[in-house]
């Protein structure tokens, strides 16, 4: 059992930066894989990025390409998400989610483990 908390979500005016970690509680299995999601009010969670702890590959959404960047730092056994040049509709509840072995998916139903969601606030 994985069990995923993040943190560093906020409130950043449009243009502003934060970067959100996901720490798990065990040690980071080279056949772990890790994406981001993020849900709106009244919308569909959606994929936002994912990594694959073992070789590093690393996948975003069209949305935010150029803007955001997924890393993982296996000692701190944490995944981050950099996100850069923040929108007004980059607001939403940012989650983490795991699952072992495979690629990265870019659909929820793909991972087994989530964490409880951080807020992020982007004000125009």
């Known amino acids: 059992q994985v069990q995923l908390v993040e943190s560093g979500g906020g409130l950043v005016q449009a243009g502003g930066s934060l970067r959100l970690s996901c720490a798990a509680s065990e040690g980071a299995s080279s056949r772990y894989v890790v994406g981001w999601f993020r849900q709106a009010a009244g919308k569909e969670r959606e994929f936002v990025a994912g990594?694959?702890?073992?070789?590093?590959?690393?996948y975003y959404a069209d949305s935010v390409k150029g803007r955001f960047t997924i890393s993982r730092d296996n000692a701190k056994n944490t995944v981050y998400l950099q996100m850069n040049s923040l929108k007004p509709e980059d607001a939403a509840v940012y989650y983490c989610a795991a699952r072992y072995g495979g690629g990265v998916s870019n659909t929820p139903a793909g991972y087994n483990y989530w964490g409880q969601g951080t807020q992020v606030t982007v004000s125009s």
């Open positions: 990594i694959r702890w073992s070789t590093g590959s690393t």
